[in-house]
């Protein structure tokens, strides 16, 4: 059994990430509209009616501005750790709200979620491996550094959403302030290409089949260099970057090749 994943949209202007199979699925983050997300998956073929949860990374807007429309319209829970609950000033009804323990899986049908910490300049920020039948993707976004639980989860990815934000060349010698490009490189805020290429590089297992390149910023980073600098490396890997302005396709992961 496959499982089936999709970025509805990725970047600063709002992410939303689908993983699921052909009963199940959930959404790992919703910050773009209830609309905009029915809209797009419609056009993918996905249903509403399959999801059964959003998991949460952390409290910014873009990555939870859709949520309380979705949460109470389609009556989905909500997997959501306390302080992040209070600082994105949240308000779904209590019923659906939902915690989840880093390292503690959450079992939703056939699927299996697994959060683990990440630096990023939030209050508690996480990212996610959903695993099922022996096919693991995992949704590493909005990530400072390339650390070692990081490099452990990558390297048992049969797919991955993985952050290429920014190009240094292009963040150094842009427009924005010194202080805000310091935010982005210092550790706690977003990962460069060579960041993430350099984990790509050294810790891909032979087996993963796609690697999504995500939340790429609209000024200090170039979506046609990043796939280039990407699938230079002559892997078996297929290469997308994730749209801040449309939903990618969907892509059939499998066990086959372990």
């Given at each position: 059994m496959s499982l089936y994943i999709t970025s509805l949209n990725s970047g600063s202007n709002?992410?939303?990430?689908?993983?699921?199979?052909?009963?199940?699925?959930?959404?790992v983050d919703?910050?773009?509209?209830?609309?905009?997300?029915?809209?797009?998956?419609?056009?993918?073929?996905?249903?509403?009616?399959k999801v059964r949860a959003i998991f949460v990374s952390h409290e910014h807007t873009d990555h939870i501005r859709g949520i309380p429309v979705m949460a109470r319209k389609h009556q989905l829970p909500v997997y959501i750790t306390a302080s992040t609950m209070q600082h994105g000033g949240l308000e779904i009804h209590e019923t659906l709200v939902r915690r989840f323990t880093?390292?503690?899986?959450?079992?939703?049908?056939?699927?299996q979620i697994t959060a683990f910490p990440k630096f990023h300049d939030a209050i508690e920020p996480h990212s996610f491996i959903v695993s099922a039948n022996g096919i693991n993707i995992g949704?590493?976004?909005?990530?400072?550094?390339?650390?070692?639980?990081?490099?452990?989860?990558?390297?048992?990815?049969?797919a991955a959403f993985l952050e290429a934000n920014y190009d240094e060349v292009m963040l150094e010698q842009g427009r924005y302030p010194y202080f805000l490009k310091n935010r982005i490189r210092g550790g706690h805020g977003h990962l460069s290409n060579t960041q993430a290429l350099e984990l790509f590089?050294?810790?891909?297992p032979?087996?993963?089949?796609?690697?999504?390149?995500?939340h790429l910023?609209?000024?200090?980073?170039?979506?046609?260099?990043?796939?280039?600098?990407?699938?230079?490396?002559?892997?078996?890997?297929?290469?997308?970057?994730?749209?801040?302005y449309a939903e990618t396709g969907v892509y059939h992961i499998s066990a086959v090749n372990v």
């Open positions: 709002g992410n939303c990430y689908y993983i699921g199979n052909d009963t199940d699925a959930i959404l919703a910050g773009i509209s209830c609309r905009e997300t029915e809209k797009r998956m419609a056009r993918l073929g996905l249903s509403m009616s880093a390292f503690e899986p959450v079992v939703i049908g056939d699927l949704v590493f976004t909005d990530i400072g550094v390339a650390c070692d639980q990081l490099v452990h989860h990558f390297k048992q990815c049969h590089r050294a810790h891909r032979e087996y993963m089949s796609h690697l999504l390149l995500a910023s609209k000024d200090n980073n170039n979506p046609e260099l990043v796939h280039q600098l990407f699938t230079q490396e002559g892997t078996t890997t297929e290469i997308v970057v994730a749209s801040r």
